[in-house]
């Protein structure tokens, strides 16, 4: 079975690019996290979809950042303006059943540099 | 607010020693408690789970005890190999949270020399 599918792997933009990354998750599962990673602040949890539908995205940090899921097979995470500090690694995971078990299975995660 | 707390990293180990990274956590409700792992330039991964007090969770060698006593869910290795080398982050979900949020500790950064 395919994991968490994430694209691009890396992604080099100028300050004020629009940036989209995208998540493509297991199969079956109707639960969608995105997280972001970075060293001083560690793994924050931006948005969490259930069935499609946003459940909490109150740790989107601000209006440049947005986040859909049209179909069960599908997110995105849009930037824009990017600036600096959004540089991160950030990952989609997905989790059968609401999340109730805690069981998350994450991607490989896309690495973010805004220059 | 429920919360998890490591200890600080990295910790260094000589191969085959025996590794302790501490886990301890506050939460309201009755949690669930899991240790996933991040290697080198990939996602996170569930390495182990204990959803009641005294389960045992158990994988590749490495164990973890639920303890509703102490509120610890220490992660455990008896030998340790440099394959090991990773990010431990111990994490709960408390099941009185509608959303079943994850709580993730900080992650502890383990570096196994040969």
């Known amino acids: 079975d395919a994991g968490v599918i994430q694209s691009p792997r890396h992604e080099v933009t100028e300050m004020g690019q629009e940036v989209t990354l995208r998540c493509k998750p297991i199969?079956?599962?109707?639960?969608l996290f995105w997280y972001r990673q970075t060293m001083m602040r560690g793994l924050e949890l931006l948005i969490y979809?259930?069935?499609?539908?946003?459940?909490?995205d109150s740790g989107m940090p601000e209006d440049r950042f947005s986040a859909k899921m049209p179909n069960a097979s599908f997110s995105t995470l849009k930037i824009q303006p990017s600036e600096p500090r959004d540089s991160a690694v950030y990952f989609c995971?997905?989790?059968?059943?609401?999340?109730?078990?805690?069981?998350?299975?994450f991607g490989e995660g896309s690495r973010l540099t805004v220059l | 607010g429920d919360s998890v707390t490591q200890m600080e990293g990295p910790v260094t180990l000589s191969e085959e020693a025996f590794l302790t990274i501490n886990c301890t956590y506050t939460?309201?409700?009755?949690?669930?408690l899991f240790w996933y792992v991040q290697y080198p330039g990939e996602g996170l991964q569930l390495l182990l789970k204990?959803?009641?007090a005294d389960d045992k969770g158990s994988n590749k060698g490495f164990e973890a005890t639920y303890r509703k006593e102490t509120t610890s869910f220490h992660l455990e290795k008896g030998s340790v190999q440099v394959s090991d080398s990773a990010v431990y982050f111990c994490a709960l979900s408390d099941r009185l949270d509608s959303n079943y949020q994850l709580i993730w500790g900080a992650g502890t950064k383990l570096i196994i020399k040969p």
């Open positions: 995971a997905s989790s059968p059943r609401r999340g109730r078990t805690g069981e998350l299975f």
């Open positions: 939460a309201t409700g009755y949690p669930s």
């Open positions: 979809f259930n069935n499609n539908v946003p459940i909490d």
């Open positions: 204990a959803t009641k």
């Open positions: 199969s079956g599962h109707n639960s």
